[in-house]
């Protein structure tokens, strides 16, 4: 099975830092174990004839089925089988895990997808991205992205050697690559991920030719250390059923004089070509598309919580609950809307490739920032006090007062035990460790949330909606006077 190789293929090497020790056999280490088996599970769908062409489509030249993050779609069809499967690996975790490879990879088959335009670019291009487009795909690869750079000192650019030295820069190239030194963040997945998606956002100039590239990097490359946040793991499911098994490792990267193959070397040394590879609509909608299916899921994850606090102390009678309760399920409608309108209005890219309405995918990432943190509000307002109110464990309702307990924590609708489990439910999305940091991604994993407000401005047609009112305007008399 497919899980089973994943997690063996785990044990090549790479050194990944944890509590400032590095950490051996990935796979059954507690931080790590309760996510990979949520993985392993993902990758194993794959094998299982009932759900395989839910996640997958099936690739005659290779007699095998991969997944549909793979799929370049020509058809309608294809791209909805796409959206099923992100919807799928989704569903099946709640919309929690949010780089489980289909998003990287998404971007690998975009640029994939349109390599004979890319090719301007670069004229080797083509060639390097189908090979790894293709082993990529039928080796089950792993894949996430690193493409911010480190927080030193946001008010100094390039300009300046302390920051240039530090963000990720080629130092030498040599006849096999080139060499590269510096550091990335936040590279989500980044302790089980096979490959590195490498870039910046940076605004680069001319000068910048060194820290201008795109890469994907080996996991175990020699000289890549990758250090880990603070493990929001928990062994006990019972008590915490997110954090057991959907913590998202979040990883800063070191990279100490480490060798990339040229293969693996898609742009380097032209700031324009890259910033133009990192902006291509072909790849950025397919990758983006998989973001907005994934929120759905997780907006209704939330709103099925409140809905079942609500109902378990008996206050969905109640006007101002129903209120809240009712918002969150606009927030999942408008979501799907806008899902339903990029799918509806794909239109093929110069190479006949369909791509989602980027338009309706970015608006969505937008209002996502500000509607995740609103529907956990909500959640936290239905239940209230409640949440600070149950038991250490569910294992309390065995001990010497089980029966104070079954009798004081009973709920309106359910048991006391099955209330105390969904309030443990509610608290590990949003009051654990976990939850606090569901928070914050979800306020910044597309980017600075203002920039891209403002950068749907800076593109939209505005005359399209400013000429009418200046046409109106100039048919307006005052006194027989025509306004001009």
């Given at each position: 099975m497919r899980g089973e190789t994943f997690l063996q293929s785990l044990n090549d090497g790479r050194t990944v830092w944890l509590d400032g020790k590095k950490v051996d056999h990935l796979p059954e280490h507690p931080a790590f174990k309760g996510t990979l088996q949520t993985i392993k599970s993902l990758f194993d769908m794959l094998d299982d004839p009932d759900q395989r062409d839910d996640v997958g489509y099936w690739v005659p030249e290779r007699g095998r089925y991969a997944h549909a993050s793979f799929l370049v779609p020509h058809t309608p069809e294809q791209l909805a089988k796409r959206s099923r499967s992100f919807s799928r690996w989704s569903a099946e975790t709640n919309g929690m895990m949010s780089r489980l490879s289909d998003y990287a990879r998404s971007l690998v088959t975009g640029w994939y997808a349109a390599r004979d335009e890319l090719s301007k670019l670069d004229p080797h291009f083509a060639h390097k991205i189908s090979a790894?487009?293709?082993?990529?795909?039928?080796?089950?690869?792993?894949?996430?992205?690193?493409?911010?750079?480190?927080?030193?000192?946001?008010?100094?650019?390039?300009?300046?050697?302390?920051?240039?030295?530090?963000?990720?820069?080629?130092?030498?190239?040599?006849?096999?690559?080139?060499?590269?030194?510096?550091?990335?963040?936040?590279?989500?997945?980044?302790?089980?991920?096979?490959?590195?998606?490498?870039?910046?956002?940076?605004?680069?100039?001319?000068?910048?030719?060194?820290?201008?590239?795109?890469?994907?990097?080996?996991?175990?490359?020699?000289?890549?250390?990758?250090?880990?946040?603070?493990?929001?793991?928990?062994?006990?499911?019972?008590?915490?059923?997110?954090?057991?098994?959907?913590?998202?490792?979040?990883?800063?990267?070191?990279?100490?004089?480490?060798?990339?193959?040229?293969?693996?070397?898609?742009?380097?040394?032209?700031?324009?070509?890259?910033?133009?590879?990192?902006?291509?609509?072909?790849?950025?909608?397919?990758?983006?598309?998989?973001?907005?299916?994934?929120?759905?899921?997780?907006?209704?994850?939330?709103?099925?919580?409140?809905?079942?606090?609500?109902?378990?102390?008996?206050?969905?009678?109640?006007?101002?609950?129903?209120?809240?309760?009712?918002?969150?399920?606009?927030?999942?409608?408008?979501?799907?809307?806008?899902?339903?309108?990029?799918?509806?209005?794909?239109?093929?890219?110069?190479?006949?490739?369909?791509?989602?309405?980027?338009?309706?995918?970015?608006?969505?990432?937008?209002?996502?920032?500000?509607?995740?943190?609103?529907?956990?509000?909500?959640?936290?307002?239905?239940?209230?006090?409640?949440?600070?109110?149950?038991?250490?464990?569910?294992?309390?309702?065995?001990?010497?007062?089980?029966?104070?307990?079954?009798?004081?924590?009973?709920?309106a609708t359910v048991s006391a035990e099955k209330k105390v489990q969904l309030f443990k439910l509610a608290w590990d999305l949003f009051g654990s460790p976990l939850g606090a940091r569901h928070q914050l991604y979800e306020r910044f994993y597309a980017g600075d949330p203002v920039r891209g407000y403002a950068n749907l401005y800076n593109a939209f047609d505005k005359e399209r909606l400013t000429e009418p009112i200046w046409n109106l305007l100039k048919e307006t008399s005052r006194g027989g006077l025509t306004i001009t």
């Open positions: 790894y487009y293709e082993q990529a795909r039928d080796r089950d690869l792993f894949l996430t992205t690193a493409i911010i750079d480190p927080q030193i000192d946001r008010s100094r650019n390039l300009d300046d050697e302390r920051i240039a030295e530090r963000f990720l820069h080629v130092v030498r190239e040599t006849e096999e690559g080139i060499v590269i030194r510096g550091a990335k963040m936040i590279a989500t997945g980044a302790p089980y991920t096979h490959d590195f998606v490498l870039s910046s956002f940076l605004q680069f100039k001319p000068q910048d030719r060194k820290h201008a590239h795109v890469l994907i990097v080996p996991a175990n490359s020699k000289g890549l250390h990758i250090v880990c946040r603070e493990s929001f793991a928990q062994p006990k499911e019972l008590n915490h059923p997110l954090s057991a098994k959907y913590d998202e490792m979040d990883a800063v990267l070191f990279f100490d004089d480490v060798l990339v193959p040229w293969e693996r070397v898609l742009l380097y040394g032209d700031p324009q070509k890259v910033l133009a590879l990192r902006a291509n609509k072909t790849a950025n909608s397919l990758a983006f598309h998989q973001n907005v299916v994934r929120y759905v899921a997780k907006l209704e994850f939330v709103t099925g919580i409140a809905f079942a606090v609500a109902e378990s102390i008996g206050t969905t009678g109640f006007l101002h609950i129903q209120e809240k309760l009712g918002e969150l399920l606009t927030q999942i409608e408008i979501m799907k809307a806008l899902v339903i309108a990029a799918e509806t209005e794909a239109k093929p890219d110069e190479s006949g490739v369909l791509v989602p309405a980027l338009s309706y995918i970015e608006t969505a990432r937008n209002i996502g920032t500000r509607f995740y943190p609103r529907a956990i509000e909500i959640l936290q307002q239905v239940g209230a006090g409640g949440f600070v109110q149950v038991p250490s464990s569910v294992e309390d309702f065995y001990g010497p007062i089980s029966e104070l307990m079954h009798r004081y924590y009973e709920g």
